[in-house]
Each structure stands twice: as C-alpha cells, then as structure tokens.
C-alpha cells in the first residue's frame, strides 16, 4: 500500500500581508503519521509545497508513484487554498483524498460537505489512518468500523464514532523527517525540529479549543522515551527544538526529571516553548533547571490584564503570577519571553481592555502580542457570544476567512463595539511591534524601524516585497530564522 502526503502553503501574515509561503518547521503531526505508516509497511512519499515546486510537479509525483490514497492536512487560516487544491487534484486523478489536522477535528463532517475529498479524519489519526488505507484495499472495504473516520455513503456524509484517544503515549513510534527537504523550511539552517512530549489539556479556559481536538484529560511521554526522542535527533544533526506542549510544567515532577535527564546527560541542545508555559506551575528554582538544559524562549498565556476578566475566562491565574514569572525567566538568563494577550473576552469592556494593553507595557518581557478573540464552535465562548453578543461574520464559514492580521473581529457586543475592538487591536499591535523592533535590532534602530512602518502603504509594499519575490522571500525567511540565533 502506499500514501503520498501533501502539505499546501500557508497564509503568510507579516506585515499583515495576505499570500502564501513556507511553514516555519516540518509538520509535526505529519511526521508522526509517516512513522505509525511505515510501523505498519505502507510506503510513503511527500509532497511539501513549501518547496515552490510547479503544480505540475504534484501532478506528475502523483502519475508516477500512483499512490492509493492521498492525504491532505488543513489549518483553518490555510483551508481555502486546501479546498482549491483537493478541487484541482479531483480533475487530474481518481485517486481517494482523506483531510486531517485541526481544522477538521473544529468542524469535523462539514469539511466533506464543502469539499470534494473523499474522507476526513478527525483528532489523532496515527490508528484510523492506518486502517483506512488497509481498508482501501479491500473489495469490500468496512469503512463503518473505523473509529475517527468521516466518509461519503449513497449521496450523504457519516460520521463514525470517536476513538478513544492514546493513553500510552510512548507506544507512539518517534515522528520521522526523513521524507522533508528541510533547507527550505526558516529554521533550517539552525536545525530546528518541531516536538511534543504532552497531549491534551487538563484545564477550562472558556476560549481555547484544544479540549475539541486532543481532550481535556492530560496525556504525558515519559521521562525517558523523550531524551531517547532526543537523542536520536541528536545524532542525526539537530540541535534545537520547538517545544509545542500546551502543559509541559503542569506535572512539575515529570518536567524536572526531563530535565535533569537531559542535563545529566550533558545533552548539548537548544529549545523553545512557543506554545506557552502556564505561569501558575513556574518559579523561579524551576525556571533555572529550564534555562540550564537550554532553554532560550518561553511563552507565557496572560489573555487578559484585568483580575476580574481572569476570572470569566477561567483562566485560573493572576497577574502577580504572570509578572514573577516574567522576572523569574528574565532573571534566570533566558534570552526571549513572550506574554501573550486577547482582545474580547466574555464580560469585556474598552477598560478591561485597556487594562490588558496597560499591564503588558509594565511587563519587563521582550515581546507582547495581542490577538481577537475568535469564538471556535464547541467552546463555551462560542455558546456565550451566540447567547449574549451579535456574529459580525457568516457562522458557517469564519473559520476560513479570519486571519491574525486582518483585524476584523468576528462579533460584537453591546459592551465592546466592533470599532472599539479594532482601536484597540491596532493599540495593541502597536505595542506589540515596537518591542519586536526593538528587540531584535536594538533601542536605536528599531525605534527607527518602527516609526517607518507606521506608514501603512510602506507596511504594505514590505509585505508583498516579502511574499512576491524570491528575493522578499529569502529576507522574510531570514528574520524567521534569526530567532534561533543564540549565540
């Protein structure tokens, strides 16, 4: 049996200009699935547009390796282009199309309802894809038993049950990068990979839709299977990671043995946690052991500067937590901090906003970033906004439509108008590129920097400069890339 993956491009946002361009890493998940394939002898090969191949390209990687099932993943900021691409493979070839990733396990049997695919997988695909491709082969293929899948049947779209999600985690062989020409992607030439020792959420904030696509129970790697992971990388060359757990420090036992595993050892790496670490399961002891193993950027989730909006959203945290945990990384040498906030929150009002906007310029971190609240179906902000506010947007397809940079807020309340979430957005941007500015090139020249950007034809004109040429490429893929600078 054999599968051929495609990875299409993704929107790309800086300078807050809408085109598309490589991801950052190699996809993780992908990765994963390649491994589960092969455990199971299925060939696989890739197609990763990142590469800025011709179309055609696929086409003919498609004619030649003639695979029995091609497989899609989707983000939601990238699924239109996804949603062309299945149209335009439908006309060159018969061959079955399954979608997978986040966006799928958000809207789960709808995205068959609007594409022309033939199946979708929904939450962790390691075992349903291996059956569905088993399956295929078969000339009366049971697709009704397979757990996860989302397929067609006389004319309409079935959803079967959930599977129950992987309890043991090591059981799960390591994600292989082999199929990836990792040059193209930012963060090669540092030799940066993607990894994840945690899944699922064991917490409630009313906002996040992790719980959807990976559960709210927390599912953890073992100490040792993850410096085995390491270590394996390690030999082959890479000497950084991006650590994308939701939850790494909330088993402070677990972390710290990690920790000191790859400390005894003498593990020579790098890594980052942009994902977030939660400030209420840091201190400063802790944070030492982290920066000591080789931490070099930390994310931290505040969402809100205002105690009582804290408390709405069940975050479950206050802001003398997130402000020690700022001074705790800072003073423990760890190069970059992030504290990240959103705009809309239930019960949100210009002042609470503005207390959010207020409290991340107090904060001593280098950078800040600020975000609308996007209502994702399932979550009980989507229930709240549907119950107590007004969609700006068509329900059925905003999911497709927002980007990070547009600043169109999906919904507004009687609270917290549409033009008032957009004045603040654009405050908080603001903030939130004079310290990028500043930070990656100095008090001086990022001032200077900042204030040209100001001028919105400018901003522009840079970010097409950024994704319409090879040579805007290259620099946008250098800036990415200077982030794993840690000299």
């Keep these: 049996m054999k599968l051929l993956f495609v990875i299409p491009k993704h929107r790309f946002l800086f300078f807050g200009y809408k085109d598309v361009a490589p991801s950052t890493f190699p996809h993780l998940g992908v990765a994963y699935l390649i491994a589960a394939l092969r455990r199971h002898g299925v060939e696989v090969k890739l197609y990763d547009d990142a590469w800025g191949q011709p179309r055609e390209t696929l086409h003919a990687l498609i004619n030649e390796f003639n695979p029995d099932l091609i497989g899609i993943t989707v983000f939601t900021l990238n699924s239109p282009l996804v949603y062309e691409l299945v149209s335009e493979i439908k006309t060159r070839t018969s061959k079955p199309i399954v979608l997978g990733g986040v966006h799928v396990s958000t809207i789960k049997k709808k995205v068959l309802e609007e594409t022309s695919a033939d199946f979708a997988i929904k939450y962790e695909g390691e075992h349903s894809l291996v059956e569905l491709i088993n399956e295929i082969s ?4 049971r697709f009704s038993q397979i757990k996860n899948l989302i ?24 994600p292989e990068f082999d199929l990836f020409r990792i040059t193209p992607h930012p963060a090669f030439k540092k030799k940066v990979l993607p990894m994840v020792t ?17 559960g709210r129970g927390f599912r953890t790697r073992s100490p040792q299977n993850v410096l085995d992971e390491l270590k394996r990388h390690v030999a082959a060359g890479f000497t950084q990671f991006d650590i994308n757990d939701d939850c790494f420090t909330v088993d402070r036992k677990r972390a710290e043995a990690i920790l000191d595993l790859i400390i005894n050892i003498g593990l020579s790496i790098k890594f980052r946690f942009s994902s977030g670490l939660r400030v209420d399961t840091v201190d400063a002891r802790l944070l030492n052991k982290i920066k000591e193993a080789g931490c070099v950027y930390i994310s931290y989730g505040c969402e809100s500067g205002n105690e009582e909006i804290l408390k709405y959203i069940k975050k479950g945290i206050t802001l003398d937590q997130v402000r020690n945990a700022v001074k705790w990384t800072k003073k423990a040498g760890i190069k970059e901090c992030a504290v990240n906030f959103i705009i809309g ?16 310029k107090s904060l001593s971190c280098d950078y800040v970033n600020f975000y609308n609240l996007v209502p994702y179906p399932g979550t009980e902000a989507y229930e709240w906004v549907k119950a107590h506010g007004r969609f700006l947007v068509d329900t059925n397809n905003y999911l497709e439509a927002i980007t990070y940079a547009d600043n169109q807020p999906v919904f507004e309340t009687d609270e917290l108008t549409k033009e008032q979430r957009q004045q603040l957005i654009r405050i908080g941007f603001k903030v939130h590129e004079f310290r990028f500015f500043t930070f990656r090139f100095g008090k001086l020249l990022g001032a200077i920097l900042y204030l040209i950007t100001r001028n919105n034809l400018i901003k522009r004109s840079l970010g097409k400069f950024s994704t319409a040429s090879r040579l805007g490429e290259r620099v946008a893929v250098f800036f990415s890339r200077k982030s794993y600078d840690t000299r």
């Excluded at 309890?167 to 390591?174: E, Q």
């Excluded at 899944?199 to 696509?213: E, I, M, Q, T």
Aim: proline share 8%; hydrophobic share 30%.
């Design 138 to 141: 078969l000339s009366e293929p």
């Design 151 to 174: 397929w067609r049947s006389g004319g309409g779209v079935i959803e079967n049950p959930d599977r129950p999600f992987v309890h043991n985690l090591d059981d799960i062989p390591f």
């Design 198 to 214: 945690t899944r699922g959420c064991p917490f409630s904030c009313n906002f996040c839709s992790v719980n959807l696509y990976m």
């Design 345 to 360: 929150h239930k019960h949100e009002t210009y002042q609470t906003a503005m207390d959010s906007i207020s409290f991340a």
